[in-house]
């Protein structure tokens, strides 16, 4: 017995040290966000996606959260980037690997605003996350147009001149994409952020009738970084879309030997036909890209495909809507996606306009179980949560235990 317990730990002591069956060290981490730069780290969370953006200011907005296994690694990562809560996260699209670890990174970190879509969608977990962060984000919204200037495209602006802008989804002005191979994927919320010469374009799991909306409208959609849609699957990144984004530079957010396939061999090869240099995270972990208005170096944390500096082509300041922006006619947007609220759900009403709020004096208050807040009875977040609910009959009754939330201002 003695001699098979020698054997045993010689061997495990073999396999210690020869090379391919030591635990795989982890790849080293990129530096923290370049001071009076625009860092735009694109996280390592496996089949998934997650993008941090750092302005030049300090502002920060982290798209999409990964799955749910990654939401650990997600938060340790924040917690080392960044400094007080996100100004803004924003969930693309209420799929698993995009939302799982959402709810982690909003624990570590907090966050200010939460923005989605508002698409209407039956999973459990995206119920679940909107019950999360109506008691803790301040406020939750989707994507509207401003309604006082329903052509205009919505931007949220982050210091220094770096502005992102919703390109899609937007409703109510346009009907959410429908009879799609996923309308999910399809009003995926898709972004793009400017500074300077430089430009990044955030698409979400958007699909071809997304692009082909996109192409029809008078958007300038050139960027010097694209993130590719839906983890470079073949129904996506379609090569017109392509020739008009123009990206120096693609990055894929998959994960190793996923069962999707992902990245295609199609959407690599137009790629490469736009001449576009790749990353994958699957090979090359976490990608770090820094923009000082004028050109955008990008690296990686295991350097496999080396560092690229690109220059910008934007025109600086120029407006990323290039004339007004019409409804889409309607055609396979022509569905809506609103249900009728389930039995016990308070009734909503569209919110009214600035011009006729005085006449609203019947609008009862309503706050979610477990949350600090209230909020108008018309208001969205409260349409797009299950969870259970205090009414009450005058604001001043509500204020006596909550505090007004600041989605809907009540």
């Not at 976490?286 to 955008?296: K, P």
Request: aromatic share 4%.
């Amino acid at each position: 017995m003695k001699v098979f317990a020698r054997l045993l730990a010689l061997l495990v002591l073999l396999f210690a040290v020869v090379p391919g069956h030591a635990a795989a060290p982890s790849s080293p981490a990129l530096p923290s966000p370049a001071p009076g730069r625009l860092t735009v780290y694109f996280l390592d969370v496996g089949q998934g996606d997650a993008a941090l953006i750092v302005s030049p200011t300090g502002k920060t907005v982290l798209i999409d959260g990964g799955p749910p296994e990654a939401g650990t690694r997600l938060a340790a990562r924040l917690r080392e980037l960044v400094k007080g809560p996100l100004d803004l996260v924003i969930l693309t699209h209420p799929h698993l690997d995009h939302l799982g670890g959402l709810r982690a990174a909003v624990k570590a970190v907090g966050a200010k605003r939460f923005m989605d879509p508002g698409f209407d969608h039956p999973s459990e977990a995206y119920r679940d996350l909107l019950d999360f962060v109506g008691r803790e984000v301040g406020q939750v919204m989707s994507p509207e147009p401003n309604p006082d200037s329903p052509q205009t495209l919505l931007t949220v602006g982050l210091g220094e001149g770096v502005a992102l802008t919703v390109l899609w989804p937007r409703v109510p002005q346009e009907t959410f994409l429908a009879n799609t191979r996923s309308d999910a994927n399809a009003n995926s919320i898709v972004t793009k952020l400017t500074y300077g010469k430089t430009a990044f374009l955030f698409t979400g799991d958007s699909e071809p009738p997304t692009e082909e909306v996109l192409l029809r409208k008078p958007v300038d959609l050139t960027s010097t970084v694209l993130k590719v849609a839906h983890h470079g699957g073949k129904h996506s990144s379609t090569a017109a879309f392509l020739e008009r984004v123009k990206p120096q530079a693609a990055v894929i957010s998959c994960g190793v030997g996923n069962d999707y396939g992902h990245p295609s061999p199609e959407v690599l090869g137009r790629l490469r036909d736009v001449r576009a240099r790749t990353f994958r995270t699957d090979q090359d972990g976490e990608v770090m890209a820094v923009s000082d208005g004028t050109s955008v170096t990008l690296r990686s944390a295991k350097g496999t495909s080396g560092a690229a500096s690109l220059g910008g082509t934007q025109q600086a300041g120029a407006p990323v809507a290039l004339g007004p922006i019409e409804p889409t006619p309607q055609g396979r947007a022509g569905r809506s996606t609103e249900k009728e609220p389930e039995p016990g759900t308070p009734r909503t009403r569209t919110p009214a306009s600035p011009a006729d709020t005085s006449a609203a004096t019947d609008e009862r208050y309503v706050s979610l179980k477990g949350s600090k807040v209230f909020h108008r009875e018309s208001c969205k977040t409260l349409k797009r949560s299950k969870n259970e609910r205090t009414v009450y009959p005058s604001r001043a009754d509500a204020l006596r235990e909550r505090r007004p939330a600041e989605d809907c201002h009540p």
